[in-house]
């Protein structure tokens, strides 16, 4: 088992930044790749980054290429998700998980663990 804390939400202006964090403890946290994911009030959950178990491989969506950074640092069993020019539409619960593929997928399916969500919310 993997368990999974984020840290880091809040309120933010918009143009604002945010580094949120994740925690991981349990199993060798350097075997897995890791995944943000968010879902916003009446929406579904959408893929955000990924990095693959090495730090060397990511994957982000076109819409958000460019803004969002994922990293991680093994040593500390740490993967943050720095977030520049946040936009009102950003609001959502941000999600850390854990995928044993090692690679980094943008498929929910693909990812064995998950944290409880960490808010944030961008104001106009």
């Known amino acids: 088992q993997v368990q999974l804390v984020e840290s880091g939400g809040g309120l933010v202006q918009a143009g604002g930044s945010l580094r949120l964090s994740c925690a991981a403890s349990g199993r060798t946290f350097e075997n897995y790749a890791m995944g943000w994911f968010r879902q916003a009030p009446g929406k579904e959950r959408e893929f955000v980054a990924a990095i693959s178990w090495s730090g060397y491989s990511t994957n982000y969506p076109d819409s958000l290429q460019g803004r969002f950074t994922i990293s991680r640092d093994n040593a500390v069993n740490t993967v943050y998700l720095q977030m520049n020019s946040l936009k009102p539409e950003d609001t959502a619960v941000y999600y850390c998980?854990?995928?044993?593929?090692?690679?980094?997928?943008?498929?929910?399916?693909?990812?064995?663990?998950w944290g409880q969500g960490t808010q944030v919310t961008v104001s106009s």
């Open positions: 998980a854990g995928s044993r593929t090692m690679s980094p997928s943008r498929r929910e399916s693909d990812y064995d663990y």
